[in-house]
């Protein structure tokens, strides 16, 4: 499955943004998926991440009550809805995809495929 992100920007503080993350080459629903980021000189960080169906869904502590993970499987797309953004939220973020439909891994090691990421800055 081949992923691509986008919908990052340049932001203030309090702001929202939703990220798209389509999928081609197989169908998404066959995924559990997940959104991470990397910030300059940091390890990448799990930041939601959502069943095959998208019952079940989990959260980063930074972003939690903040950020909100969906999925249009008939769109073979994953949405992270990031609203009252902060500063500490810039980074680059990417989606992926993990093999096993109902995983909740945080694990960035244990997802397969992986998007181009986009770039999310917020600024005070």
């Known amino acids: 499955v081949q992923l691509q992100a986008s919908g990052g920007g340049s932001v203030q503080t309090g702001d929202s943004l939703r990220l798209s993350c389509i999928a081609s080459g197989h169908a998404i629903s066959s995924y559990a998926v997940g959104w991470f980021r990397q910030a300059p000189g940091k390890e990448r960080e799990f930041v939601a991440g959502?069943?095959?169906?998208?019952?079940?869904?989990d959260y980063g502590n930074s972003v939690k009550g903040r950020f909100t993970i969906s999925r249009d499987n008939a769109k073979n797309t994953v949405y992270l809805q990031m609203n009252n953004l902060k500063p500490e939220d810039t980074a680059v973020y990417y989606c992926?995809?993990?093999?096993?439909?109902?995983?909740?891994?945080?694990?960035?090691?244990?997802?397969?495929?992986w998007g181009q990421g986009t770039q999310v800055t917020v600024s005070s």
């Open positions: 959502a069943t095959w169906s998208g019952t079940m869904t």
């Open positions: 992926a995809t993990h093999d096993h439909p109902y995983s909740r891994s945080r694990n960035p090691a244990d997802f397969a495929s």
